[in-house]
């Protein structure tokens, strides 16, 4: 997707690694330059896996071809915007450019922290600049002048002069923003200081982990698109999401300027449990077990914070915390709480039940849904053997025989934004709906094909199924979703899926080096790519719905196809599986049905304009700084919305929750209300859903069609007495 953020790539990345923010402690570490020991051992064991077949799925040498792109790539983490070098810099980097495979190959992370002072330096420049424009009369918004905030495709400024205007622009956004908000100037003039205050706190206190991790992560990135290197911390943070469990107190933290704050208390955690915490508080010390010292974590960076809180479950660790009501400088109360394991629901399988009224096609129906984040495993858990540990399969294999209780007409599977997961996952899953029969083809690097399959007799749910999809469905969510369209099990709805058909495994790279514990980090590497059973990769291609609903984003900005380096289509030979229906000669009347319910469905209208809205905006790349201009917009949508409501009341349809919370506050995440931050997502939450109620509709629309009509039903189902039993 485009940039829209002044944040260089690599704040924006560490951001999205560490939950919600990024601070560093007031002494944080200063970026070398050069190499730490462990740094030059790590280096030469991604590229020794990297550069083997192997291991690697499509393993590349260090040519100059790849420096080149190591090159380009780490630019473009630092700075993927142009806003903070400029073409001297450049200039002044070049000579690095020849030597980037070299430094991977030997460990030598001389060139890239130097590059990563510079930047750093940088930073402080240009926000030193902004701050300046603070005091400045320049804030009149009569003018033509507009803010072309996407840059990756521009040439980078020719000087410090050119960055300055860019920057003038990015400021005067930012001003008008906060004054279209009705913001007056003082607090603005407040906001904004603290605002750019803070990415300099941010990036000037990133320590030499965090600019190795981006380093080695240019070389990762030019091998694949999903090759990555992660260093100790943020493997633990990876492998925690994947097992949607944690050890400590159960609370999600967020950084507000310099404290940390707790911005959500975890169902069931001891934090929660205690009764003694409300979001918003503050926490201001941490201390371990009953007696040990306590520590001023003001100023700290989050995930420092978070591992001074996090720890083995029955122990006991001491917090310092000023409630939210409270003056920062009150005096804080002491909370002591022990830590235990804590499940993280947010991400888990989720049900609800739709009722589809009757129509001209038949009766009234009761579909039930499944929405999936992602396919979890907790990997260690399953190991241990157990039983008592999240797993995806078995959580859905739960709510499925809920449903069969409630005798549902049909199921939707709703893979909406799952960027998928484990493969055992995907695999386990697929063999809810199929009796045996092989998922997924899996090629590795020296072309021997492996078939996953399902093994377990019988299915959980032998009925109609449906599984939704849309563009940001990737990777396990497209080997579900093919799967069952190759059997004939359902229909798939929806969006063209994202295309990322490779595989990936977790490579540890502390157990070469013997005893040394946990020094060297991990990596995900692409080992292999899949293919559906029918022979089809999704890889690029993606799956094609059966029913297809308008596309969300612009296919050339986001999926498998923009990345420069991804794998192309092919296909391999198909492997015998089951047919359990073939809908062809149902879709189109299936079709010409959702084609005349969608036409006088106002939420389903609504969300096309929305959708065709957006991809004009953001097909401008530019925005504009004219305060008339602006405030006439800003009221157009605001009337919008109102309007919508209105209509929603005389149609009785469901209110919008999001309505009246949708204006643009000009605030970032950090530095809103913690209460009404967190109001604002549950009402996105709670925001009606026409694309899960559509595909609610199509699949009661399939099954009436199929009950009134035995011949069509015979042509479309062949299977009548296995999964895929259609007919109720």
């Not at 804590?342 to 039930?368: C, F, N, T, Y």
């Not at 294999?397 to 599977?413: K, S, T």
């Not at 899949?530 to 993606?542: I, R």
Request: overall charge negative; hydrophobic content about 40%; charged content about 30%.
């Amino acid at each position: 997707m485009k940039a829209r953020q002044v944040l260089s790539a690599t704040a924006i990345a560490l951001a999205l690694a560490m939950p919600l923010a990024l601070m560093a402690r007031a002494d944080g570490d200063a970026i070398p330059a050069a190499p730490t020991a462990d740094h030059a051992t790590t280096s030469k064991l991604v590229y020794g896996l990297l550069s083997d077949s192997r291991y690697a799925y499509r393993p590349r040498g260090l040519d100059a071809t790849l420096s080149q792109d190591i090159f380009r790539r780490y630019l473009e983490s630092l700075d993927g915007n142009k806003l903070f070098l400029d073409a001297a810099d450049i200039a002044r980097f070049q000579p690095h450019e020849a030597r980037m495979g070299d430094a991977v190959r030997h460990g030598d992370t001389g060139p890239a922290m130097e590059m990563y002072a510079v930047y750093k330096q940088r930073v402080s420049e240009r926000v030193e600049y902004a701050r300046s424009l603070l005091e400045q009369d320049i804030f009149d918004f009569e003018g033509e002048e507009r803010w072309y905030y996407d840059r990756e495709d521009a040439a980078w400024a020719t000087d410090s002069a050119e960055l300055d205007a860019l920057w003038k622009k990015s400021v005067r956004n930012d001003w008008l923003r906060l004054k279209l908000a009705g913001k007056e100037p003082a607090e603005i003039r407040t906001t904004l200081d603290k605002r750019y205050a803070n990415i300099v706190t941010s990036v000037s206190q990133l320590n030499n982990e965090d600019a190795f991790q981006t380093f080695l992560n240019a070389y990762t990135a030019s091998i694949d698109p999903h090759t990555d290197y992660f260093n100790p911390r943020t493997a633990g943070l990876f492998n925690q999401s994947m097992s949607l469990s944690l050890e400590g107190i159960g609370a999600q933290l967020q950084k507000q300027d310099d404290v940390v704050v707790i911005r959500e208390l975890i169902a069931g955690g001891p934090a929660a449990t205690s009764n003694k915490f409300t979001p918003g508080d503050r926490i201001v010390g941490v201390g371990q077990g009953r007696s040990g010292p306590m520590e001023d974590v003001i100023g700290w960076r989050i995930d420092d914070v978070v591992e001074k809180i996090k720890g083995k479950a029955g122990s006991q660790v001491r917090l310092d915390v000023v409630p939210v009501e409270a003056l920062l400088d009150s005096e804080p109360v002491r909370i002591t709480l022990t830590r235990a394991k804590v499940r993280l629901e947010e991400q888990a399988a989720k049900s609800k039940v739709i009722d589809i009224p009757a129509s001209a096609v038949g009766d009234a129906k009761r579909i039930g849904v499944i929405e999936l984040p992602a396919f979890y495993q907790d990997f260690e858990g399953r190991r241990s053997r157990n039983g008592d540990y999240a797993s995806a399969t078995r959580d859905v294999a739960r709510i499925l025989g809920e449903f069969r209780a409630e005798d549902m007409d049909g199921i939707v599977l709703d893979l909406r934004n799952n960027g998928g997961g484990s493969l055992n996952e995907a695999v386990e899953l697929t063999g809810l709906f199929i009796d045996t029969g092989p998922v997924v083809q899996v090629r590795e690097s020296g072309g021997r094909v492996n078939v996953e399959s399902d093994r377990k007799a019988g299915v959980s749910w032998d009925g109609p199924l449906a599984v939704l999809v849309n563009r940001a469905s990737a990777s396990a969510s497209e080997i579900v979703a093919g799967a069952i369209q190759d059997y004939g099990r359902g229909l798939v709805i929806g969006e063209t899926t994202f295309g990322k058909g490779t595989v990936q495994n977790l490579f540890d790279l502390d157990r070469w080096p013997a005893n040394e514990g946990t020094r060297h980090g991990q990596v995900k590497m692409t080992i292999a790519q899949f293919f559906l059973p029918g022979g089809s990769s999704t890889q690029n291609k993606g799956v094609v719905p059966d029913i297809r609903f308008p596309a969300t984003v612009n296919g050339s900005e986001f999926g498998e196809s923009t990345y420069d380096n991804a794998l192309p289509w092919t296909r391999i030979s198909a492997v015998p599986h089951t047919q359990y229906g073939n809908f062809a000669p149902l879709l189109p009347r299936l079709d010409e049905l959702h084609a005349g319910r969608v036409a006088v469905d106002r939420e389903f209208q609504w969300w096309k304009e929305d959708v065709a809205e957006f991809r004009a905006e953001a097909d401008k790349d530019y925005i504009s700084l004219n305060e008339d201009e602006r405030r006439t917009e800003r009221d157009r949508q605001a009337a919008k919305r109102k309007d919508r409501q209105e209509e929603r009341k005389r149609l009785g349809l469901d209110l919008d929750p999001l309505a009246e919370l949708s204006a643009d506050d000009g605030l970032t995440a950090n530095e809103r209300d913690i209460a009404a931050d967190t109001a604002r997502e549950e009402a996105a939450e709670k925001r009606p859903d026409p694309l899960l109620r559509e595909s609610a509709a199509i699949l009661a629309d399939a099954v009436r069609l199929l009950d009134a009509d035995r011949q069509l039903s015979a042509a479309v189902l062949p299977e009548s007495t296995g999964p895929g039993r259609w007919a109720r």
